[in-house]
Antibody
């Protein structure tokens, strides 16, 4: 069974940093693109970033470019999102999602990040 | 990239059908057959219901079907059941390894 478990969220002040982690199990992690998708409170879903199986290619939405970095450690079956220069509008539940067939096939339970002073 | 356009709400009685539209542009929905649909119950993670316009993952009832015409994709839920009441989101590949979601549609079973 595919399992994705996010951690590392919490309350952070504007301008601060946070690193999210996603522990994967139940599948061959190194064989899949992985993604971060977020959902602001009461709002819709927003794709944040994607990373290739071997970490050689990374893509992100314009609103986080230069502030967020997606990475992975295939030896640890883990996905990461380093978030710097956080803003109030980054407040959201962050989901890690496994890619398959050009879709977000499996999702974690989500981790809340709150940016507030 | 701009978000895809979905109606904010849709409804139907048990046993009826409801169809949700998802309108984009030739740069996303119209340009690729990589449209997917997600169901989200309150407080839960999204769940993939349809991928590649019309394919269903294992375990998704065949009451759920997808289609696409031009720049608009659609999700139809036939034989509505109480457990189908949820938010539904469409998503499309938008080129250059970017993705875009719709704003979501709240489906109510009357």
């Amino acid at each position: 069974e595919v399992q994705l478990v996010e951690s590392g969220g919490g309350l952070v002040q504007p301008g601060g940093s946070l690193r999210l982690s996603c522990a994967a199990s139940g599948f061959t992690f190194s064989s899949y693109w992985m993604n971060w998708v977020r959902q602001a409170p009461g709002k819709g879903l927003e794709w944040v970033a994607s990373i290739k199986e071997d970490g050689s290619e990374k893509y992100c939405v314009d609103s986080v470019k230069g502030r967020f970095t997606i990475s992975r450690d295939n030896a640890k079956n883990s996905l990461y999102l380093q978030m710097n220069s956080l803003r109030a509008e980054d407040t959201a539940v962050y989901y890690c999602a496994r890619d398959s067939n050009w879709a977000f096939y499996s999702w974690g339970q989500g981790n809340l990040v709150t940016v507030s002073s | 990239q701009s978000a895809l356009t979905q109606p904010p709400s849709a409804s139907g009685s048990p046993g009826q059908s409801v169809t949700i539209s998802c309108t984009g542009t030739s740069s996303d929905v119209g340009g690729y057959n990589h449209v997917s649909w997600y169901q989200q119950h309150p407080g839960k993670a999204p769940k993939l219901m349809i991928y590649e316009v019309s394919k269903r993952p294992s375990g998704v009832p065949d009451r759920f079907s997808g289609s696409k015409s031009g720049n608009t994709a659609s999700l139809t839920v036939s034989g509505l059941q109480a457990e189908d009441e949820a938010d539904y989101y469409c998503s499309s590949y938008a080129g250059s390894l970017h993705w875009v979601f719709g704003g979501g549609t709240k489906v109510t079973v009357l």
